[in-house]
């Protein structure tokens, strides 16, 4: 765990050092979070995917959460921003996969209503962890859109999700990082990538 805290606070120490430059923000905090929840089954023949890899992160971090520091962010400090994320088409996967002309995407509009109905329940039913998969997921789209070059650096098209994208990321690492160092004796996997000598 030691290896992986390090990795992940030198990260959102570089990403404070960005000042108003939300687009190197956002990419130094995802880092961060693939530093605090990567690990060695990446690598086995039949990985669960990055989904599922979330989603066993999110469930651990909850379970072990019990000031409900995670609950705290998500509901109080960044309702806003979280709900404009979901309701942002451009973050949502299937609106992209429908405009690249991939056949199966035709209802995107129907898969965009019904996921805002799914994410409304979990919200609503205080599910944390389900919660935190929905926003992730549309976190990734954006990501994807940074690293793959699918965005203008500090382009004044689409700021706002980038901006509350690096806002959301930019208190939820700290508080991933400090439930994982008050619980040193968990299991977080293998590091990505071990150091060797």
């Known amino acids: 765990m030691g290896l992986r805290v390090h990795r992940a606070i030198s990260w959102i120490g570089r990403a404070e050092a960005c000042g108003e430059d939300d687009d190197a923000r956002f990419i130094f ?6 530093a605090a929840y990567a690990d060695e089954r990446e690598f ?10 979330f989603a066993d992160f999110f469930g651990r971090l909850v379970a072990l959460d019990g000031d409900r520091r995670i609950y705290k962010a998500v509901w109080q400090r960044f309702s806003g921003p979280v709900r404009l994320l979901l309701e942002n088409r451009y ?8 405009h690249n ?4 995407f035709d209802d995107w509009e129907d898969q965009f209503k019904s996921s805002a109905r799914s994410f409304t329940q979990a919200f609503q039913a205080g599910d944390t962890a389900r919660v935190l998969s929905f926003v992730f997921d549309r976190l990734y789209v954006l990501r994807n859109q940074l690293v793959h070059g699918g965005a ?4 004044g098209v689409n ?17 991933f990082i400090d439930l994982m ?13 071990p150091v060797v000598p």
């Open 101 to 104: 002309g991939i056949d199966g």
């Open 29 to 34: 905090l995802w880092i961060a979070f693939n």
């Open 91 to 98: 973050v949502f996967n299937p609106f992209w996969q429908h």
């Open 159 to 175: 700021r706002a999700q980038v901006r509350d994208g690096a806002a959301i990321l930019g208190f939820l690492m700290p508080t």
């Open 44 to 53: 086995q023949a039949i990985a669960p995917g990055e989904r599922a890899a």
């Open 181 to 193: 160092m008050d619980n040193p004796g968990k299991d977080w996997g293998k590091p990505f990538y």
């Open 152 to 155: 203008t650096w500090n382009s």
